[in-house]
């Protein structure tokens, strides 16, 4: 990914103009009922340092709002820790959970910012290769028991799945917990685009799926996509208490939690009624659409629709040319802006990341670019 930065920057500074679809920041502006609680609680004086768990407001929202969303019953007064953004979510669970020399599962391919953290815990990535069947990549459960081996400790999955955009299903989950059982692993489930899903796919908890994953599953979130909050860096994990201890420590002597104003904020995000969400996940079938258009029609070429998030993959897998060598080719030739599937993976080999996080004229012109370099790659391809 800094790879492709670089290019980009090398690009710009020689004043080429570029359209961008890589990034996976939303961007609208955070909706002003939520803007409003922070700077109400700045006037109240709520600038002190926050309980290092996280305030008792927004802990409690957060229990309320599993319960009402995913169906989850966990006590806010010790099964639920605010974390700085779901980033420091992960780091802290994968903190907890790892000794030196355990092995962590990551579907491939994969989020680019889970493998840095396991490193830095003492840990081995270990990836689980998905395969693309009916326009959909999925891990099956035979994969996951071919990459297991003795020294695995955690299985690490993000529903909706970025960058691919599957939603598992009732039965896919159903098959992974058996799987956790069965070996004895750990769950971090990284459910940050639970929000956004299309054409009927909805965000299923694994651990309201599979009750028995519960006592081995640390739940992730956070407001960044949801309400447009990625600067805020506010998020929330919840599992059974021994593991949030484990967790709390590692935010104790380190981030000691967003800003107490900014927690207020994020209960009021999370209880107030939910219509901004609703908004902006309609913007974003609306751009979903806006994607699968412009790219159809081109031979040996076709968008995966996505069932949740804000990326698409287009599937080159019939050209038969590296995913960095087109994506170079757009970036060089066509001044567009997007990631090599084989960065996430070599399961992602063929294919292509396309953001629609951002919409308006940004998207449009990037979409032309796009559709114009593909048609010319793949038609220049003999
Ligand atoms: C799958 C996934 N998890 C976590 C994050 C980071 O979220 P946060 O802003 O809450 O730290 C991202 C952001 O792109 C993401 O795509």
Same mark, same amino acid.
């Given at each position: 990914m800094n790879a492709i930065l670089g290019e980009v920057r090398t690009l710009q500074a020689a004043g080429v103009p570029l359209a961008s679809l890589?990034?996976?920041?939303?961007? %609208?502006?955070?909706p002003a009922h939520i803007v409003e609680a922070s700077v109400k609680a700045l006037q109240a004086g709520r600038t002190g340092y926050p309980?290092? +768990?996280?305030?008792k407001g927004l802990r409690e929202a957060v229990a309320v709002k599993l319960r009402r969303d995913n169906g989850l019953t966990y006590d806010p007064a010790t099964e639920i820790l605010i974390t700085t953004g779901a980033t420091f979510g992960i780091y802290a669970a994968l903190m907890a959970l790892i000794e030196d020399g355990d092995q962590v599962l990551l579907p491939d391919?994969?989020?680019?910012?889970?493998q840095s953290p396991v490193r830095l815990a003492g840990g081995d990535c270990r990836a689980v290769p998905s395969k693309i069947q009916d326009g959909r990549f999925m891990v099956t459960e035979e994969a996951l028991e071919a990459a297991w081996t003795p020294a695995a400790k955690l299985l690490v999955l993000n529903t909706p799945w970025n960058p691919v955009g599957t939603v598992p299903t009732r039965a896919e989950l159903e098959a992974i917990a058996q799987f956790c059982e069965r070996r004895n692993i750990y769950l971090i489930s990284d459910?940050?685009?639970?929000a956004i899903t299309y054409d009927g796919h909805t965000h299923l908890s694994p651990a309201a799926v599979a009750p028995q994953l519960r006592e081995r599953t640390i739940l992730v979130n956070s407001l960044s996509k949801t309400y447009s909050m990625?600067?805020? +860096?506010v998020g929330y994990c919840a599992g059974p208490a021994p593991l949030i201890q484990a967790m709390y420590l590692v935010l104790a002597q380190s981030s +000691?939690?967003?800003?107490t104003f900014v927690q207020d904020a994020a209960a009021v995000a999370l209880s107030a009624p939910q219509d901004c969400v609703t908004q902006m996940v309609r913007e974003y079938a609306r751009r979903r659409a806006q994607v699968q258009t412009a790219l159809?029609?081109?031979?040996g070429a076709a968008v995966?629709?996505?069932?949740?998030? %804000?990326f698409a993959m287009a599937d080159? +897998?019939?050209?038969?040319? *590296?995913s960095n060598k087109v994506r170079q080719r757009l970036l060089q030739e066509f001044g567009v802006v997007v990631v090599h599937g084989? *960065?996430?993976?070599?399961?992602?080999?063929g294919t292509l990341r396309v953001s629609f996080a951002s919409g308006g004229e940004a998207l449009t012109k990037g979409l032309e670019k796009l559709a114009q370099g593909l048609s010319e790659i793949g038609a220049a391809r003999g």
């Open positions: 890589m990034r996976g920041e939303p961007d %609208f502006p955070t309980d290092n +768990r996280g305030e391919p994969v989020y680019d910012a889970y459910e940050i685009y639970e990625t600067g805020w +860096r +000691r939690g967003p800003a159809a029609g081109i031979p995966l629709p996505p069932e949740g998030g %804000f080159l +897998r019939a050209w038969g040319i *590296a084989a *960065a996430y993976g070599p399961a992602g080999e």
